[in-house]
């Protein structure tokens, strides 16, 4: 049992030191912008940074003396705080047994595959790097590739060793377990400003990446829950002192990365290719105060503390070199009804489901989370209304999930982020009469400009893109199957017409029904993953997302799932061979609208729903597997969603019974509570196509 004195010891501490960070932060003006004066010209190149033994200083004095210029003209309270935090972090890793030191061990990662490829090419690449040094004298590493790679893998290693390691390397960077296990002249490890890294904030908002600190961050001791919570609100406040010192300070974020991993391929991408995620200063403040009322709540988790500050966190910018700005798509709504289902969900679904279809109330099960997680959903909606309506039912304070609801509304409430209200059902239902069909909900606007369907159609035959059409050619098997879909999208779009729309659904099963009878066993693998490419581009036909780089990613996702699918034998489960196309046609599906960040065309809904079938619904821009029934059919389609989400493809969830709550339970470690799911209640079928 944990040590209740040490516990409020600790408490205190971090306490202390959150405040004294909102106060720092808080000192700053409201418009304040961070700068610095310009670096030296000689600006470290890619190749500099990865040749270095030290990648933060190289060694060149006139970095040097640029950065203790930077240093000198930021608050010294400011980089105080920030080094006692960040070495904070590093003790309450400690505290679950992280190792000392961070140790490049081959046996803890030959039996992941895509580590055992990348120490395969690290291995290739320095056999070769050695053939020209010896004939030539001279230290090779071509664009400092074998470094990165190296890198790459002690990341992976010290990943293994510590508890909370996604969360941490997500807030803190990528090398900040490293750093928290070096050497430290001020006696316990540290994170100094210049090794500080921002590039993966970003993916604080990428599905598979929140479903990874999700089940770390649950999974963790019960005698650690009050260790988890202060070491997630360290993490947030180290990211809240980062908001108001000068960006260029992070060296650590010009760094070269591998960008792309595809078997034995890589891409090395500059660090100008980051997705660098601009947060506003003035909004930390309030989240600090809320996440330290939370550390002394027992009712908050820490990863209740984890999304609720994702939620509260405001984003100036984003920026990527890699295309278009990649953002989040934060849909804002106008009331929010938190309540408890048993008592209240069957009379609140019946009104709400007859209001006009962009009506702003948030209702759970009517109002699907998009590419999140529930906890991240849910607090991210509340932050993002107006009101919140409380429905203070009978059986609503035994429910956890409503007492945290009605926490986080009293908290927003109290930091003038939104109105909240308590009140009777009759009372919300009277309100919801008078205002709900009113009401409007505020869509995300990402400025999608780059169009799919064209890039993937000519990645389709291109070399450096296997497995696809050009490597099927290559191994000499035939392609005719795919050729009437092919020509199809080689026609001029006429999505407003209601035959060409039919014709793409019906060509798409067609194809699929041909592939599959061409080749039952998924061999070769390439007429399949063609097959599917070209599915994912007819879905997506009038359908665009961010840039060029952002539908490569996505066909390597999906490519990902199907080899996956295929390796697991999932394609002789009798489920999926009953309706194979269909099942294939899901895959495809629910990766153009993860693609297209949920804004797939809606005109072309009526070819997904003629090509999907009854392998799943669709509502609000989610495929909804129905898992209402046991069985052999239910297992296939929670693999199958299982598989999608570990790509990082979150445009799928589940339609579940009130009666049997599938969410309660787990595939393999993935714990169904935390994915998108709708509750049936008596007379919530209608508005998903379902039967009683």
């Given at each position: ?151 790459e893998l002690l990341r992976r290693r010290a990943a293994r060793g510590f508890p909370c390691s ?378 665009n997302t961010l840039s060029k780089v952002e539908v490569r990613h996505g066909v390597d996702k ?135």
């Amino acid at each position: 049992m944990p040590n209740a004195s040490v516990e409020s010891e600790n408490l205190e501490y971090v306490s202390r030191l959150m405040q004294t960070a909102t106060e720092i932060i808080a000192g700053f003006a409201p418009n304040y912008t961070p700068q610095a004066p310009e670096m030296p010209h000689r600006e470290p190149s890619a190749e500099a940074f990865m040749e270095s033994e030290d990648p933060a200083m190289l060694n060149d004095p006139a970095l040097q003396e640029w950065l203790n210029k930077v240093l000198k003209g930021t608050p010294e309270a400011l980089v105080s705080a920030f080094l006692e935090c960040s070495s904070a972090v590093g003790q309450f890793l400690r505290m679950f047994g992280a190792p000392e030191t961070a140790s490049f061990g081959v046996r803890d990662l030959i039996s992941e595959p895509e580590t055992f490829e990348l120490m395969m090419k690290l291995a290739q690449l320095t056999r070769e790097a050695e053939d020209v040094e010896k004939k030539e004298g001279n230290r090779v590493d071509p664009l400092g590739l074998r470094k990165a790679i190296y890198d790459e893998l002690l990341r992976r290693r010290a990943a293994r060793g510590f508890p909370c390691s996604r969360t941490v390397t997500t807030l803190l960077g990528p090398n900040a377990l490293l750093w928290l296990t070096a050497k430290s002249s001020r006696g316990a490890p540290n994170i100094q400003p210049h090794e500080y890294r921002r590039s993966e904030w970003w993916r604080v908002w990428d599905i598979e990446n929140q479903i990874a600190i999700e089940q770390e961050l649950l999974n963790a001791p019960s005698e650690g829950a009050v260790a988890v919570k202060l070491l997630v609100a360290l993490c947030w406040t180290v990211v809240g002192l980062a908001t108001v010192l000068p960006p260029d300070i992070f060296l650590g974020d010009k760094s070269s990365f591998i960008s792309s991993e595809r078997g034995d391929q890589l891409t090395l991408s500059g660090g100008a290719y980051h997705t660098f995620v601009e947060l506003e200063p003035s909004s930390m403040p309030a989240v600090l105060r809320i996440l330290q009322a939370g550390l002394h709540d027992p009712l908050l988790s820490g990863a209740d503390l984890m999304w609720i500050a994702a939620a509260l966190v405001r984003v100036r910018e984003v920026r990527s070199g890699l295309g278009q700005p990649a953002r989040s798509a934060d849909d804002r709504f106008e009331f929010f009804i938190s309540h408890r289902g048993r008592d209240a969900k069957q009379q609140l679904s019946a009104m709400v489901q007859n209001f006009p279809p962009r009506h702003g109330v948030f209702l759970d099960c009517l109002t699907l989370p998009r590419g999140v997680i529930n906890r991240s959903f849910i607090y991210g909606s509340m932050a993002r209304s107006q009101k919140i309506v409380i429905v203070d039912t009978e059986n609503y304070q035994e429910s956890d999930w409503c007492k945290k609801e009605l926490w986080v509304a009293s908290a927003l409430a109290e930091a003038g982020l939104v109105k909240y209200e308590r009140t009777t059902l009759e009372s919300a239902l009277s309100q919801l009469e008078t205002w709900g069909p009113r009401s409007s909900r505020q869509y995300s606007d990402l400025s999608l400009v780059y169009p799919i369907s064209q890039r993937v159609l000519r990645d389709l035959d291109y070399w450096a893109r296997s497995p696809n059409l050009h490597s099927l050619k290559e191994k000499g098997h035939p392609a005719d199957s795919l050729t009437r879909l092919q020509e199809l999208l080689h026609e001029k779009d006429e999505p407003d017409d209601a035959e060409w729309v039919t014709s793409i659904g019906r060509t798409v099963n067609e194809t699929l029904s041909a592939v599959v009878q061409q080749s039952p066993g998924a061999e070769p693998f390439d007429l399949w993953a063609s097959a599917l490419q070209l599915c994912l581009a007819a879905f997506a036909s009038t359908s665009n997302t961010l840039s060029k780089v952002e539908v490569r990613h996505g066909v390597d996702k999906l490519n990902a799932v199907l080899r996956k699918f295929v390796a697991s034998d999932s394609f002789r489960d009798p489920v999926f061979r009953h309706a194979a196309p269909q099942h294939l046609a899901l895959l495809a599906g629910a990766s153009a609208i993860d693609l297209s960040k949920f804004q797939l065309d809606p005109r072309v809904f009526p070819a997904l729903r003629l090509s999907i079938g009854d392998a799943s619904g669709l509502r609000d821009g989610l495929l909804l597997l129905d898992v209402r029934r046991s069985g052999p059919e239910r297992d296939f389609r929670l693999s199958l969603l299982a598989l999608l989400i570990e790509e990082s493809i979150g445009s799928v969830g589940i339609v579940q019974d009130a009666t049997d709550t599938v969410h309660n339970s787990r595939i393999g470690t993935l714990r169904l509570e935390i994915l998108p799911c709708v509750t049936l209640y008596p007379g919530m079928q209608a508005p998903f196509g379902l039967q009683a």
